[in-house]
């Protein structure tokens, strides 16, 4: 194995973590809020402008959770030989690779396509994007108790 400093170590996880509380706490926020007001007057224009601004902090966020998981599973072993957890390791990075495929898909064909079409056509567009939004909140509920599986050991 590598030699590890802690706190280098404490310093990629604190990064990873703020990433994951930022991004998965902005979707969670919207999953709960979002549906409670959406027979609101004005909610369309307000649920636009609320996604664009989440984009931003939300991309911000996933380099945050790539730059600390990728640091701490540096400092781990994981890019050097067979460690314990290397595995898991590995498999829920493919599976952050899929959320940001999600994101990219909502973020730029999906979403933009809900908010120009017109509204008898955006429909279905404002459909998908809610799916691939959810699915992308469930992959990354899934991937933060894969990585309490892999902190554990």
Request: cysteine-free.
């Amino acid at each position: 194995t590598l030699p590890m400093s802690t706190s280098w170590l404490t310093l990629a996880v604190a990064l990873h973590l703020l990433g994951i509380i930022v991004w998965l706490g902005g979707m969670i926020f919207i999953a709960v809020v979002f549906p409670r007001i959406r027979h609101l007057p004005g909610f369309l224009t307000f649920a636009e402008r609320t996604g664009r601004a989440f984009q931003l902090v939300s991309y911000l966020a996933f380099a945050l959770i790539l730059a600390g998981g990728l640091w701490a599973g540096y400092l781990r072993g994981y890019f050097h030989g067979a460690q314990p957890g290397a595995v898991l390791f590995w498999h829920k990075f493919a599976i952050f690779l899929v959320i940001l495929v999600l994101a990219l898909l909502h973020d730029l064909w999906l979403g933009p396509r809900a908010t120009a079409s017109p509204p008898e056509t955006a429909k279905p567009y404002r459909r998908a994007a809610r799916w691939v939004s959810r699915l992308a909140l469930l992959l990354g509920l899934a991937n933060f108790v894969l990585g309490i599986l892999l902190s554990r050991g």
